[in-house]
């Protein structure tokens, strides 16, 4: 990352305790919001509202400390306006409290807000599985599913067992598991993607406990997707080929999410060879094809700025038709066009790590809502080099504390 040597170098060394301020006030946002999502609040508990309000002062003191040029402020009033229009027009926060904290991570470098992330989600995880376990959390179960099981083949001859979906602590057995990814996502990023043979068995080995568990198949696949990609992606034959193809992902999953909406057929008496592979793929997918097909049927898509759903929105888990369907044809292109462009980016910088990281959330949008939170898909943080400059501002530091905040 470049160090600023201009105009902004010199306002960080003479006011090192403002700029040092600002940037603790922006942490001290993102780990209450991490520390609300970690602990599985739901956006109804009256906890959640009060630390919401908590961390919104946070980041508005972090604004006002923050010291903007006209250019800059222009864009964040901008971007803030337009992600408060969205809430106004859907009713839903996940795109205002993005546009918040791309905006304020103005002067906070990205990578070690990241890696203090990994560190913060993995000891709340670590505190929720082990309090469902010892009985001090309560958690729900789900009841029983059949789930694909390789390990199981070895000990009973059959791949399939029967098994009790727990949710760990967590709201669903979806979410825990949802949340491990998010953690072993930002362990790759930590490491770039430079793991020992340990450190891959450790993840398959937690990954599968953990679908033993929860029996969520989609996110322990894209576990195993991305210990996958981030190998291939270090092998120079695979190397150019994938980020041209992780780079197509976002338009391509949104293209296959919407012909599929429009085209699914359900099985008649007399099947055809189309309705026999819809209901094969629906299958596959967990039936969510036939769940696209009911939302493109059911909603209006040409809204360019959105629309309020009634009870059906919970219905509809692809994040992609989710995001198009809610907040419009206008902000779904920004958000798809700005990770397509971010994926570009990683290609031409070799960043191994983002690509994977990103690239992972873009499969798990497929069958997941967690696509375009950022309190769950914490990489979209990396989108703030659209607003501000890849700099770091460094000035003189004996505390610790603030190396780490640089």
Known sequence: MDTVVGKELIYAVRNPNKVFFAKLCFYLFWSIQMVSKGLAFEDADRIYKILSLVSLGFLALK???????????????????CGFMCYLMTGMLPLTILALALVGMKDVPVRPLLIYTFYLRAAIYLYMVSGAILGFIPEILFGK????????????????VVTVRRSIGYSNPNVAHISFLVIALLYLYVRKNKLYVLEYL???????????????????????????LSILIRIRFFKKP????????????LAFSVIMGHTFEELSDDPTLWQRICAKLDSLFSTRLGLNHYAVSTFSVWTPFGQKFQNDWSMLDNAYLNFWLRFGLINCALFLWANTGYLLRCKRLDREEAFVAIVSMAVLGMMEMSLYSVTMNVFLLLLSVYLYPSKRIVFPAENPIVRMLQ
């Open 63 to 81: 604004f006002l400390l923050t010291d903007w040029e006209f250019q800059e402020l222009v864009i964040a009033c901008a971007l803030v306006f």
């Open 242 to 253: 994938l980020y041209i193809i992780g780079a197509c992902s976002f338009f391509a999953l």
């Open 202 to 228: 450790g993840i398959v080995f937690s990954n599968y406990i953990l679908y033993r568990w929860t029996g969520s198949r989609t996110s322990m696949l894209v576990v195993f997707f991305a210990l996958l």
């Open 145 to 160: 599913r059949e789930i694909f099981d390789i390990v199981a083949y070895f000990f009973t001859g059959d791949f399939h």
